[in-house]
């Protein structure tokens, strides 16, 4: 009589298979929840608006607050992030909670800055017209010339030459003139302006050490003792 072998009953293969798809979704589930979150983390801070502001308002600290906003790249670069704007002039009207556009920033000029101002005056009153960039002048302005009530004053004193222009057209009292151009503070470049319309000029170069000098007007007065 023959004796049966007893056989191994194979495990289905399909168990594997479903356990090794769960754990690869598992993983790409986790992947992906993992990159939301650092993805909701990267956000900077930009500032924005803390109430309605007019345009051309200068914008002071209590104007702006800092809001953290998920842009990047080139929506980012359209606001103000860093250093507070605080200081800046606004070109166009912005609305509380609006995020501040460097666009609409302007910078707000010195009240230090320079300008530069051409005085038109004859070679014979300007060091004979032998003048350069980077010299240094004074000026004096003689008003009322051949009058009782003529004097002159102190203008400026080591104004820095800009440029000397000797090109054709300028003319003084009916006499070719050079132009020279100096730098100039506010105050003084209000004095020059009303100097050229009012005044002869005479401008002389500075040599050696410079020092501050500001005499006094001279009058007929003074010729007269």
Same mark, same amino acid.
């Given at each position: 009589?023959?004796?049966?072998?007893?056989?191994?009953?194979?495990?289905?293969?399909?168990?594997?298979?479903?356990?090794?798809?769960?754990?690869?979704?598992?993983?790409?589930?986790?992947? %992906?929840?993992?990159?939301?979150?650092?993805?909701? *983390?990267?956000? @900077?801070?930009?500032?924005?608006?803390?109430?309605?502001?007019?345009?051309?308002?200068?914008?002071?600290?209590?104007?702006?607050?800092?809001?953290?906003?998920?842009?990047?790249?080139?929506?980012?670069?359209?606001?103000? @992030?860093?250093?507070?704007?605080?200081?800046?002039?606004?070109?166009?009207?912005?609305?509380?909670?609006?995020?501040?556009?460097?666009?609409?920033?302007?910078?707000?000029?010195?009240?230090?800055?320079?300008?530069?101002?051409?005085?038109?005056?004859?070679?014979?009153?300007?060091?004979?017209?032998?003048?350069?960039?980077?010299?240094?002048?004074?000026? @004096?302005? %003689?008003?009322? %010339?051949?009058?009782?009530?003529?004097?002159?004053?102190?203008?400026?004193?080591?104004?820095?030459?800009?440029?000397? @222009?000797?090109?054709?057209?300028?003319?003084?009292?009916?006499?070719?003139?050079?132009?020279?151009?100096?730098?100039?503070?506010?105050? *003084?470049?209000?004095?020059?302006?009303?100097?050229?319309?009012?005044?002869?000029?005479?401008?002389?170069?500075?040599?050696?050490?410079?020092?501050?000098? *500001?005499? %006094?007007?001279?009058?007929?007065?003074?010729?007269?003792?």
């Amino acid at each position: 009589m023959d004796v049966p072998h007893a056989q191994r009953v194979a495990r289905p293969t399909w168990i594997n298979v479903r356990t090794v798809l769960g754990l690869l979704l598992f993983t790409l589930a986790f992947l %992906a929840g993992l990159r939301v979150l650092q993805s909701a *983390d990267s956000t @900077v801070a930009v500032w924005a608006a803390s109430r309605d502001i007019a345009p051309h308002a200068t914008l002071g600290t209590g104007d702006l607050e800092l809001v953290d906003v998920g842009l990047s790249g080139e929506m980012l670069s359209r606001y103000a @992030v860093g250093a507070e704007p605080a200081g800046a002039v606004l070109t166009r009207a912005v609305r509380a909670g609006e995020l501040i556009p460097v666009t609409a920033l302007a910078e707000v000029p010195s009240a230090t800055a320079t300008r530069s101002m051409t005085i038109p005056v004859s070679p014979e009153h300007a060091n004979g017209g032998r003048l350069q960039a980077g010299d240094r002048i004074d000026a @004096v302005a %003689a008003f009322n %010339a051949g009058d009782e009530r003529a004097r002159s004053v102190w203008l400026l004193s080591a104004a820095e030459v800009v440029d000397v @222009v000797s090109a054709g057209g300028l003319v003084v009292n009916e006499q070719s003139a050079v132009g020279v151009t100096v730098a100039l503070s506010p105050e *003084d470049a209000i004095r020059v302006a009303y100097a050229i319309r009012n005044a002869a000029i005479d401008i002389f170069k500075v040599t050696g050490e410079i020092g501050t000098v *500001d005499p %006094a007007a001279v009058t007929i007065d003074d010729f007269n003792e």
